[in-house]
């Protein structure tokens, strides 16, 4: 079976960065993504990572090392808007493109 | 580009009743997945279907079940309902490729007394 690990909450102020950290385990890997859910409302898709590396998108970069079964989500220059729940995910084997999502980490950011 | 929409956004049920929720996918999206996300927790996998035909299921029962539709619309029913299926619903529409994103709606937000 699939599972991931993520922290509960993480809390940070504005301007600085925070790390984000996901360790997984999985029957059959096809890459870690990441979502982002504010409060009431939909998961939005923030990265994928397919291969070993660091992906850069603005603010945000995903890394995943698939020896370590791990990855993190690096979020720069925190504004009050990141402020919300993130989720790692993997693709279920079994079940087409499917996801097994993480338990998710809520990220407050204050001022 | 039409997005992902759900309806009805919000319902309130009884314990043991049967509900329909629907789902229309977005524009060109051949894929549906449907999960169930309690307070406080991940989505949870309930089943995603390809061009009409269930090619997934997650770890719930057979009363959770699904339909998808030729214009690649989907519908949830749920039967026998119980307090614990008291949730928020997300629908998810995406290409079907490997590695496609997953293109969420607002999700319903399912209350069973």
């Known amino acids: 079976g699939q599972s991931l690990e993520q922290p509960s909450e993480v809390t940070a102020v504005e301007g600085a960065i925070v790390q984000i950290n996901c360790t997984y385990q999985?029957?059959?890997?096809?890459?870690l993504s990441w979502y982002q859910q504010h409060d009431g409302g939909a998961p939005t898709f923030l990265s994928y990572n397919g291969l070993d590396g660091l992906e850069e998108t603005g603010r945000f970069s995903s890394f995943l090392s698939r020896s370590d079964s791990y990855g993190y989500l690096l979020l720069q220059e925190l504004q009050m808007k990141d402020s919300a729940s993130y989720f790692c995910?993997?693709?279920?084997?079994?079940?087409?493109?499917?996801?097994?999502f993480g338990k998710g980490t809520t990220l407050s950011v204050s001022s | 580009e039409t997005g992902v929409t759900q309806s009805p956004t919000h319902l309130i049920k009884t314990r043991g009743q049967q509900v329909t929720l629907r789902c229309s996918s977005q524009?060109?999206?051949?894929?549906v997945s449907w999960y169930q996300q309690a307070l406080g927790q991940g989505p949870q996998f309930i089943f995603q279907y390809y061009r009409e035909e269930e090619n997934g299921r997650g770890n719930f029962p057979p009363r959770f079940s699904g339909l998808q539709f030729p214009n690649y619309s989907s519908e949830l029913n749920v039967n026998a309902l119980e307090l614990d299926d008291s949730a928020l619903y997300l629908c998810a529409s995406s290409l079907g490729e490997n590695h496609s994103p997953l293109h969420f709606g607002n999700g319903t937000r399912l209350t069973v007394t």
């Open positions: 999985t029957s059959g890997f096809y890459g």
């Open positions: 524009s060109g999206h051949n894929t």
């Open positions: 995910a993997v693709r279920d084997p079994q079940a087409g493109t499917a996801l097994i």
